[in-house]
């Protein structure tokens, strides 16, 4: 009897996680990043998955989605400052910080949850051979 509560709660639980993560998306108060490149290493690796929301407040050490001021791409780099209306970021693999501070309008999100799946899908693509 307990086990089957468990199991109960355990699945509502997991219904209820989707059911937010799902309204979180659909608002757009949700945005989910998969990493492509190295300069966040060693915090964030290639293929690591981050679930990134709408922030109120920025702090120097968060990791903040943006996109550059002239570009199209977005950029996951750690918030080294906070200046009036701007955001000096910098790349934790990267030696100096960014060239430009960042405008705040361009920041789209601080990371809120980081699924380290990148280092593992790369064993697993390198031991299987693929």
Known sequence: M???C????TG??????IACVAYALASGRLVVV?????SMA???WPGDVCLVTRAASLAASDVVLYVPPGHTGRVLHRVRSLESSRVVTQGDANP???REPVPRSAVLGKVSVVMPIGHAINVW???SGR
Do not use: E, K, Y
């Open 2 to 4: 307990a086990a089957s």
């Open 6 to 9: 468990v199991g109960r709660t």
């Open 12 to 17: 509502l639980a997991c219904i209820a996680l």
């Open 34 to 38: 998969r990493v492509s490149g190295g």
């Open 42 to 44: 060693p915090a964030l």
């Open 96 to 98: 100096i910080r960014d």
């Open 125 to 127: 693509q390198r031991d």
